[in-house]
């Protein structure tokens, strides 16, 4: 297999296995095996970040869900190599950069938070550079003391959950500043100037904001001014759980009736009931899914934190062994909701149809040679780049990490528009074959069928 892994190998899963970069990417998530198998470890994939800096991998392209790859070392595919192929047009949907997480954890949090090193900027002004200019005010979040709603279980925190984090944005100005080298430097595709056929959009979480502004730094250094974020309205968002559907939850509860489903509860029976019982983390929100013990482990990890240990005794603590099982578990849920179960196509039409129905538009518009964007960039969540990669028909679907990245590349040559589309940096491997370089049309045909007809009458 060509492309930017090719060459060496690292990352040894006991004495056996040797995984590229690439392969960190697609481990047999399809068997509950592998969730209690303790030799796979991390299957070669990272977990771990300072409180700052952009993150390396090592080597650069592993999968690392603090910091995931992102197009850097870019190789051209040998159709584009030797030939006259043109970049035409790039949609990036990415997740945001590492942060702090959603969970905290019920028995309380034995290490303090801190995010006085990172401003979260928010502020309006005139639609006009002219004329009153605000003061940058920015959230610094603090606890009162004497808050009574403060005693009992909290963390010592300059934090909210989640937000970005110091890292995070570093991460993310590096991510920009890759993606120049890239689609401006390298492919000529992305202006030297923000112009009209540059368009960017976010959920409606300051999450993928904050993002969006370190990002965009990185791609236009030098730019002064501002420049518009589309949002749609929240209760209609097409991304990050906008709208209401009823078929969302009744799916999720197929899902979560099948035998599959029921034996990883199972395999990691023990697992949970030892978390539990440590962390104060009985409850069904924290023990019907591996959802929760992911976030809290991943957020302390990635930002330069160590695992958590009981609030009472601090020789009781969570292991790496312990955080790589719960890591695997979260993985085999990701690829069961959107690859392995027998209800995914329903669930991931009723989740993010009509935003794959948006992305096909575009597609549709570059083949119909009408379409007025050039670079697109969607800065969203995990919960939209999982049904996207389900809908290309991933191999096999780790947890998006932190800034996971969806390039749809459309070239032309000799009159033909041509798709490529890469996944962190690395061609898709998909049940499709690798969409390496692939007509555009074939591209339109995977994604259509996740496209609803009629979503008012799926959502019910
Ligand atoms: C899991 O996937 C692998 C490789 O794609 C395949 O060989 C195997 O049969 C699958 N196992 C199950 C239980 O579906
Ligand atoms: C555990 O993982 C190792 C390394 O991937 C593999 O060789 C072994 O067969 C696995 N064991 C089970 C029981 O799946
Ligand atoms: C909260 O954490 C900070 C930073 O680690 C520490 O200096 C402070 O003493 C802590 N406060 C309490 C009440 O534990
Ligand atoms: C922590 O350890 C103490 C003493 O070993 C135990 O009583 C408690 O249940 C544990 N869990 C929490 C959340 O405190
Ligand atoms: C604290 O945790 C350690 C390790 O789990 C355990 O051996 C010890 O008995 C615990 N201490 C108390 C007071 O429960």
């Not at 481990?27 to 796979?40: C, D, K, Q």
């Not at 009408?370 to 969203?380: A, E």
Request: hydrophobic letters at 35%; charged letters at 15%.
């Amino acid at each position: 297999m060509r492309g930017p892994t090719s060459g060496a190998l690292f990352g040894y899963i006991g004495s056996v296995m040797a995984l590229s970069p690439l392969d960190t990417f697609y481990p047999p998530l399809n068997e509950t095996s592998y969730i209690a198998n303790t030799s796979v470890g991390t299957y070669g994939g990272l977990y771990q970040a300072g409180t700052h800096g952009p993150t390396g991998g090592k080597p650069y392209g592993s999968y690392d869900y603090c910091s995931m790859p992102h197009p850097r070392e870019y190789q051209l595919p040998d159709q584009a190599a030797h030939g006259k192929a043109k970049l035409t047009k790039l949609i990036y949907l990415q997740r945001h950069q590492r942060r702090t997480p959603y969970n905290i954890l019920p028995g309380g949090e034995d290490q303090a938070y801190e995010c006085d090193g990172v401003r979260p900027y928010l502020y309006g002004g005139p639609n006009s550079d002219h004329g009153m200019q605000p003061v940058p005010v920015y959230a610094q979040t603090y606890e009162d003391p004497n808050d009574p709603f403060k005693t009992g279980v909290s963390v010592n925190s300059t934090c909210q959950y989640p937000q970005i984090t110091i890292g995070g944005v570093e991460d993310g100005y590096q991510h920009g500043k890759d993606l120049r080298n890239v689609y401006q430097k390298m492919l000529g595709l992305i202006p030297e100037r923000p112009n009209q056929r540059v368009w960017f959009r976010s959920s409606e979480s300051p999450l993928t904001q904050a993002s969006a502004g370190a990002v965009l730094r990185g791609i236009w250094p030098d730019y002064q001014g501002a420049l518009p974020l589309h949002q749609m309205v929240s209760s209609v968002d097409t991304v990050n759980a906008g709208y209401s559907c009823n078929a969302i939850s009744s799916t999720l509860n197929e899902i979560k009736s099948t035998a599959q489903w029921t034996e990883h509860m199972k395999v990691t029976e023990e697992l949970r009931s030892r978390l539990a019982l440590m962390l104060g983390a009985g409850t069904s929100s924290w023990q019907t899914t591996f959802d929760h013990f992911c976030d809290n482990f991943q957020a302390r990890l990635c930002n330069g934190y160590r695992l958590p240990c009981n609030i009472s005794n601090s020789s009781d603590c969570v292991t790496m062994e312990m955080a790589e099982e719960a890591f695997r578990a979260g993985d085999w849920e990701w690829n069961y909701y959107w690859r392995a179960n027998e209800y995914a196509t329903k669930y991931i039409q009723a989740v993010e149809g009509l935003f794959i129905g948006e992305i096909v538009s575009d597609l549709k518009a570059a083949l119909d040679g009408t379409s007025s964007i050039d670079y697109s960039h969607i800065f969203i969540h995990d919960g939209d780049i999982g049904p996207m990669l389900g809908a290309l028909g991933i191999n096999a679907l780790r947890w998006p990490g932190m800034a996971s990245n969806i390039a749809f590349e459309v070239w032309e040559k000799e009159g033909s528009k041509f798709a490529r589309v890469l996944y962190s940096g690395h061609p898709v491997q998909t049940i499709h074959g690798s969409l390496d370089w692939l007509p555009l049309s074939q591209l339109i045909n995977i994604l259509s069928p996740y496209v609803p007809e009629d979503i008012a009458a799926l959502c019910g």
